[in-house]
């Protein structure tokens, strides 16, 4: 068996796992959600993170996380109380229950402008933060999720505040409201720019390392394995041997 096959496969496994993943590129969400919003601007995204810094009232079984960096926010309601999220006017956009039904308020604004990830929709007549909820069931799994304006940067413009891209910059504050039961509170937060990674993801490179090593002793070992006596191709009789030397 010629050397060259083993070596070009070799070659072609050391570069399949970072062929997909350029240097600096982030697949982890800010959770461990393995959803991928429908409306999410990766373009956009991608320099944002939004963390939060506080959750008010400070209750026992209420949880609440950014996804996808700066993307939306998902809450799991286990206070047997029910939580309810407010939309951008203070109308009660949606709610889940102490039994795990969640609700949204169809008349909320809210409901219509989160489709977009800038909000560019037209908002039906029948959407106003002034009239009274029309709440309809969406999920019973005690937990919403969610994209919120409020906690990322509305346009594609690199945002005034970042006057150097290399640097990690606060961006603003911001805070999406919330009550538990009777109390009202607030999920407190921070959106930060964050710079490009140009350096090569040490994962990538610790895996090529491996490979390469691994395909080099495969190689040896098929060497050796063909110049050991009675290896591969070798035999004691005659016949065999002319036809060695025929060939």
Same mark, same amino acid.
């Given at each position: ?55 008010? %009232?400070? #209750? $026992?079984?209420? *949880?609440?996380?950014? +996804?996808? @960096? ?89 945002? %005034?505040? #970042? $006057?150097?891209? *290399?640097?990690?910059? +606060?961006? @603003? ?75």
């Amino acid at each position: 068996m010629s050397r060259r096959p083993i070596l070009a496969f070799a070659c072609a496994l050391a570069v399949a796992p970072v062929a997909g993943a350029p240097a600096g590129a982030v697949t982890q969400s800010t959770s461990t959600s393995e959803s991928a919003s429908p409306i999410a601007d990766q373009g956009s995204s991608f320099h944002y993170r939004s963390e939060i810094t506080s959750i008010t %009232p400070d #209750v $026992k079984g209420l *949880n609440i996380e950014v +996804l996808e @960096f700066a993307d939306r926010l998902v809450l799991t309601n286990h206070t047997g109380k029910t939580v309810t999220v407010y939309g951008y006017s203070g109308e009660p956009y949606a709610r889940v229950r102490p039994n795990g039904t969640t609700e949204q308020n169809t008349r909320s604004p809210a409901v219509y402008l989160n489709t977009n990830f800038y909000g560019n929709v037209t908002v039906p007549p029948s959407a106003s933060a002034s009239l009274p909820p029309a709440w309809v069931v969406v999920d019973r799994t005690g937990s919403f999720e969610w994209h919120d304006h409020r906690i990322h940067w509305m346009s594609p413009v690199t945002p %005034p505040q #970042v $006057k150097d891209e *290399n640097r990690r910059t +606060l961006i @603003f504050h911001w805070n999406v409201p919330i009550s538990v039961g009777a109390r009202k509170g607030t999920v407190a937060g921070q959106l930060f720019w964050v710079p490009n990674s140009s350096k090569a993801p040490v994962g990538a490179i610790v895996a090529l390392v491996v490979i390469v090593l691994l395909a080099l002793g495969f190689v040896v070992w098929v060497r050796r394995r063909r110049a050991r006596p009675g290896g591969p191709g070798a035999s004691g009789d005659d016949s065999a041997g002319e036809a060695k030397e025929a060939w």
